[in-house]
C-alpha cells in the first residue's frame, strides 16, 4: 500500500506514495484546503467546503449581495453595503421619504393634480374625460341641432337631426355616432334606443304601440364620451285595433240558470284607441251550444242556462278600426240543483250471510243537475219491517250486520244540492250462515270407563241463521290437548273408545250449509280407571354379571296406561316361572347361575287390573369362573424319575364354556402351597395362581384341553422329588381356584451332579484324608460313593459309605491324583474333577553302588540314589 507522509485528511485517501486523493469540496496536497466551487467575492474567504466567510457588508453564498441596515423600504435595492437606489416617487437612506409631484409645475397635469403615496394622479372637471396621455382633459360633443319628427304612423315614426358644431376639430373630438331614443315618459330614457354611425342624419322607428304618445330626443358620441341629448320632441302614433284582450275576465254563478262575467279593458298601451264596445262568446262544454253578444259595459249577465254545467267564455275589445284578439277561455259553472232522476243499474251480490254489495250508475247526466255528492240507500228488512238509512259518495256500497237468510228490499237516490227521487225497491236475501248462538242444555255423562253420552237442546229460529244441518261436537283430551271432533244430525250422542282415567272436555255447536256457530260452554268429565292396555315401555337389561340380573323399564304410554300405575309384574322364567311385584321400574333378581339362559316380561297393574306383558326378552348371563377342580389320582409312573399321571372329575359348576385344564405342582418340601386366590392368565412358564411365594420353584407341567379321558401323562420333574399338584379349569371369565391338591413322589436316577465340596490332605509321609458333600441334586439315596486312587504306577477304586475316607500304606511323598462319584440303586453318577496330593516326605534310604576312585590325584566319589527315598 502506498505511503502519505504527513497522511491525508478530511476522507482523503493515499493512491500513490506522498500523493493524497481528496474527496469533493477539499483540495491540497494533503486535503486540508476547502473548495467553494463559485468562489468568494467582495474579500470574502472560503473556510468550508461551499461556505464562505464575508466581509462586513456582505452576505450571500458568494459574498455577492450587500447588506443594508436599515433595509430599503417602498421597493428600493440594495445596491452597495449600506446604500439603497430608490423607485420613482420616494426618496431618503432606506426610500421611506414620499416625493410630491405636485408641487412641480401641477404635476402636468391638464386641470387638477393628486398626490399619491409614491406616485400622482391626474383629474378632470366634471364633463371632462381624462386623455390617454393620463394629464389631458377632453370634452363631448355638443347637442345636434334641427331635430324633426314627421312620417308617424300606427307603429312608426322617423327623426332627422344635423351633425353638432366641432369647436375644436380634430380626429378625437369629431362626432363618431349618434344614439336616437323613443320613450313613453319625457323624463325616462324609452325602450326605443339604437345607434347610427357618424354620417346618418335620420332615423325610423318601427313596432311602435298603436294610439300612444312617444318622446324622442338624439345624442351625438366622439373619442371623449357622449354628449347632452335635445329637450324631447312628442309624437302620437295613430289609433288601431287593440292589440291585447281585455284584463281580468273572470265570471260567477248567480244561480243554477245565469251567470255573470266581468273583465277590465286592455293595457292602456294596447288599446291602439278607443274602446267602443266588447264582444263576449260563451259556449256549453257538455253539448256545444254556442252563444256570442256584445256590451259597452265592463260587466254582462247570461241566462236561461242549464243547472251546474261548464260554460267557457272569452271577450274581446273593439274600437273604430276594429276587434282586438280575444282573451284566453275560462270556464264558470252553473250552481248545482236536486236531481231529476233516479240512479240507473242498480246491481246487488251477496259476499256472505251479513253483506251485500251494492253497485249502480248515477242519473243520466242531463238529470244531474249537479255533482253528485252522496247517494242515500233505504234498505228495509221485510222479516222485521225495519227500514235502515245508509249514505255513499261513491257508486258503490256494502250492507253489512245484516241478519243472515232475510230478506231486504233496497233503493237507492242521488243527492246534489237536494236529494234526487229513489229507484224501485229491488229484493235480496241475505246468504245463510252459521248460527249466531250455541245450542242449550249441553251436559255430558259418563256411560262406562271407555264412553260417554252428550245431549242438548235445539236453537231458537232467529239465532239459526240458516237450515240447521246437524252438529257438532268438539272432545278435548285435557291430558295431552288433542281434539277429536264429531258430527251428530241431533242429540243425544254417545261417544265410545275412549281412554280410561283420562279427563274429557266437550262443546257442541249447530251446523248450517255455512260452517259451525259458536262452541257451548265447556263441559268436563274424567272416565274410571281400567287396567292398562300396553305394556311397560323400553324393557331393558340394565346390568348383568354371572350372578345378578338387573332389570328396568318405562312406564307404559300415557295413554295406555288408563290409571294410577300402582305397581309392575314382572315374570322371571328358568325352568319355571316366578312372578316379582314391585313398585319401582326396576329390579335386580340375586343368585342367578353363571351362562346361564332367563326369559323376562314385565306389566304394569292399576287397582283395577293388569295390563298387557312386554315382548320377552333373553337374557344369557355372562361366563364366570368354574368351582374347583377335583383331583382323583396322582401318582410317579414306574421306572420314569421325571413324568406323573394326573387324573381329575370335572368342575361341579363349569359356570360357562371350559376352554382348558392347567396343573399347577410344586416340591412338597416347599412352604408354602401356592394360594391361588384370584385366577390370571396362564402360559407355558407361569403357575396360574397369583401371589406366588417369591424365592419357591413352581412348576407348570401341562395345560389340557377340554375333552375325554380325564387323566393325562406329564412331565418335566426332578427324580427322587415329592410333589404336590393341583387341578384349575378356565372359561372365558377367567381361572378356578385349585382344587384339593394330591402329592407323589417321581422314582429315583443316578446323581445328577457330583459329590461338592471335595477336600483331600496329606495325613503323614503314608496316608491321606478325602471329605466331601453329596451331591446337589443327589435324585434318589446315595448308597456309597467311589473313589477312584491313581499314581504313575498303580489304580486304585474304593467304595466309601460315608463322606469321608482315610486312604494309607502309601510312600512318603509320593503323588496321587483323586476322583469321587455317588451312586443311587439307579446307578453311578458323574465324576468330579481330579485333586492332585502328595504325601509328607521322610528320611532317605541308604545309598548304594558306592565307588571311590583317584582323578588328578584328588579322591573322587561315585554313587547311586538310594533304594528307596522314604523307609516304610
Not at 229507484?423 to 235480496?428: A, N, R
Request: charged share 15%; net charge negative; proline share 9%.
Amino acid at each position: 500500500a502506498a505511503v502519505c507522509s504527513p497522511s491525508c485528511r478530511n476522507g482523503g485517501t493515499c493512491s500513490s506514495p506522498n500523493s493524497c486523493s481528496c474527496q469533493s469540496g477539499w483540495t491540497g496536497s494533503i486535503c486540508t484546503l476547502p473548495v467553494c466551487p463559485f468562489g468568494c467575492a467582495n474579500g470574502g474567504t472560503c473556510t468550508r467546503p461551499r461556505v464562505c466567510s464575508c466581509r462586513s457588508g456582505w452576505t450571500g453564498a458568494t459574498c455577492s449581495q450587500p447588506v443594508c441596515t436599515p433595509s430599503c423600504e417602498n421597493g428600493g435595492t440594495c445596491t452597495s453595503p449600506n446604500t439603497c437606489t430608490c423607485q420613482n416617487g420616494w426618496s431618503g437612506d432606506s426610500c421611506n421619504n414620499d416625493i410630491n409631484e405636485c408641487a412641480v409645475d401641477n404635476g402636468g397635469c391638464h386641470h387638477t393634480c393628486h398626490n399619491t403615496a409614491g406616485s400622482f394622479e391626474c383629474r378632470c372637471n366634471s364633463g371632462y374625460s381624462l386623455a390617454s396621455d393620463g394629464r389631458t382633459c377632453n370634452e363631448p360633443p355638443a347637442v345636434p341641432r334641427n331635430i324633426v319628427v314627421s312620417n308617424v304612423g300606427k307603429r312608426t315614426a322617423t327623426v332627422s337631426w344635423v351633425p353638432p358644431p366641432n369647436t375644436f376639430p380634430n380626429q378625437l373630438t369629431a362626432v363618431s355616432a349618434y344614439r336616437i331614443c323613443a320613450s313613453q315618459n319625457q323624463f325616462q330614457e324609452g325602450n326605443r334606443v339604437v345607434t347610427a354611425g357618424q354620417q346618418s342624419r335620420m332615423y325610423e322607428f318601427t313596432n311602435l304601440e298603436e294610439y300612444t304618445a312617444y318622446f324622442f330626443h338624439v345624442a351625438a358620441f366622439n373619442s371623449f364620451g357622449e354628449g347632452a341629448s335635445n329637450d324631447p320632441i312628442e309624437a302620437t302614433t295613430l289609433e288601431a285595433a287593440p292589440s291585447a284582450a281585455p284584463l281580468a275576465v273572470q265570471a260567477f254563478p248567480n244561480s243554477s240558470y245565469n251567470i255573470t262575467i266581468l273583465w277590465s279593458p286592455p293595457p292602456e298601451i294596447d288599446r291602439n284607441g278607443v274602446i267602443i264596445y266588447y264582444e263576449i262568446q260563451l259556449t256549453e262544454t257538455e253539448n256545444g251550444t254556442e252563444f256570442q253578444w256584445t256590451s259597452p259595459e265592463l260587466t254582462t249577465t247570461r241566462g236561461s242556462l242549464h243547472p251546474h254545467f261548464h260554460y267557457e267564455f272569452r271577450v274581446a275589445a273593439h274600437t273604430s278600426i276594429g276587434t282586438g284578439p280575444f282573451s284566453a277561455v275560462e270556464t264558470v259553472q252553473t250552481l248545482p240543483a236536486a236531481p231529476t232522476a233516479a240512479p240507473t243499474q242498480l246491481r246487488v251480490s251477496n259476499f256472505d250471510s251479513s253483506t251485500i254489495a251494492l253497485v249502480w250508475e248515477p242519473p243520466p247526466f242531463t238529470d244531474r243537475n249537479g255533482d253528485i255528492v252522496r247517494y242515500h240507500i233505504r234498505v228495509t228488512e221485510q222479516e222485521t219491517q225495519t227500514i235502515f238509512e245508509y249514505s255513499s259518495t261513491s257508486q258503490h256500497y256494502t250492507l253489512t250486520s245484516l241478519h243472515p237468510y232475510y230478506n231486504y228490499v233496497i233503493s237507492i237516490a242521488a243527492e246534489t244540492v237536494g236529494v234526487g227521487p229513489f229507484t224501485t225497491g229491488l229484493l235480496q236475501p241475505t246468504m245463510e250462515s252459521v248460527p249466531s248462538s250455541a245450542p242449550g242444555n249441553f251436559s255430558m255423562a259418563v256411560v262406562n270407563s271407555t264412553s260417554i253420552l252428550l245431549s242438548w237442546s235445539e236453537l231458537p229460529l232467529p239465532e239459526r241463521n240458516g237450515v240447521v244441518q246437524g252438529y257438532t261436537i268438539c272432545l278435548t283430551n285435557v291430558r295431552n290437548g288433542r281434539d277429536t271432533d264429531y258430527s251428530a244430525v241431533s242429540g243425544p250422542y254417545s261417544i265410545v273408545n275412549l281412554h280410561p282415567d283420562f279427563t274429557y272436555r266437550a262443546e257442541v255447536a249447530a251446523v248450517t250449509v255455512v260452517g259451525a256457530g259458536p262452541f257451548s260452554s265447556q263441559i268436563e268429565v274424567r272416565l274410571p280407571e281400567a287396567a292398562p292396555s300396553g305394556p311397560p315401555t323400553h324393557f331393558s337389561v340394565d346390568e348383568l354379571s354371572p350372578r345378578s340380573i338387573t332389570l328396568k323399564w318405562g312406564y307404559p304410554l300415557e295413554e295406555d296406561r288408563n290409571g294410577v300405575i300402582s305397581g309392575f309384574r314382572v315374570r322371571f322364567i328358568s325352568n319355571n316361572f316366578t312372578d316379582l311385584e314391585v313398585e319401582n321400574a326396576t329390579i335386580t333378581i340375586e343368585e342367578v347361575k353363571p351362562f346361564t339362559l332367563y326369559y323376562a316380561e314385565v306389566a304394569a297393574f292399576t287397582m283395577v287390573g293388569i295390563g298387557p306383558y312386554t315382548v320377552r326378552i333373553r337374557v344369557l348371563t355372562p361366563e364366570d369362573v368354574p368351582s374347583p377342580v377335583s383331583t382323583t389320582m396322582l401318582e410317579a409312573i414306574q421306572g420314569s424319575p421325571t413324568q406323573l399321571t394326573v387324573q381329575w372329575r370335572p368342575p361341579e359348576e363349569p359356570n360357562g364354556e371350559l376352554l382348558a385344564y392347567s396343573v399347577c405342582c410344586r416340591e412338597s418340601t416347599q412352604q408354602p402351597l401356592c394360594d391361588c386366590d384370584s385366577a390370571i392368565s396362564v402360559s407355558s412358564t407361569s403357575c396360574p395362581c397369583g401371589d406366588l411365594e417369591q424365592d419357591t420353584s413352581y412348576h407348570l407341567q401341562a395345560m389340557f384341553p377340554v375333552g375325554l379321558p380325564h387323566v393325562k401323562v406329564i412331565g418335566g420333574f426332578s427324580p427322587y422329588t415329592n410333589y404336590t399338584c393341583f387341578m384349575t379349569a378356565n372359561t372365558s371369565a377367567g381361572e378356578s381356584s385349585p382344587g384339593i391338591p394330591h402329592s407323589s413322589t417321581t422314582d429315583e436316577s443316578t446323581p445328577a451332579d457330583e459329590p461338592q465340596d471335595i477336600m483331600v490332605n496329606s495325613l503323614n509321609s503314608t496316608a491321606i484324608l478325602i471329605q466331601w458333600s453329596p451331591p446337589h441334586i443327589p435324585n434318589g439315596i446315595i448308597l456309597f460313593y467311589t473313589i477312584y486312587i491313581n499314581d504313575s504306577i498303580t489304580f486304585n477304586i474304593i467304595a466309601a459309605y460315608q463322606n469321608s475316607f482315610m486312604f494309607g500304606w502309601l510312600s512318603p511323598y509320593q503323588l496321587l491324583n483323586v476322583r469321587l462319584s455317588a451312586s443311587t440303586k439307579v446307578g453311578e453318577g458323574p465324576l468330579t474333577e481330579s485333586q492332585s496330593v502328595t504325601t509328607d516326605e521322610s528320611v532317605p534310604g541308604a545309598v548304594d553302588n558306592l565307588e571311590v576312585l583317584v582323578l588328578n590325584d584328588r579322591p573322587s566319589t561315585s554313587l547311586g540314589p538310594p533304594l528307596s527315598p522314604m523307609e516304610y
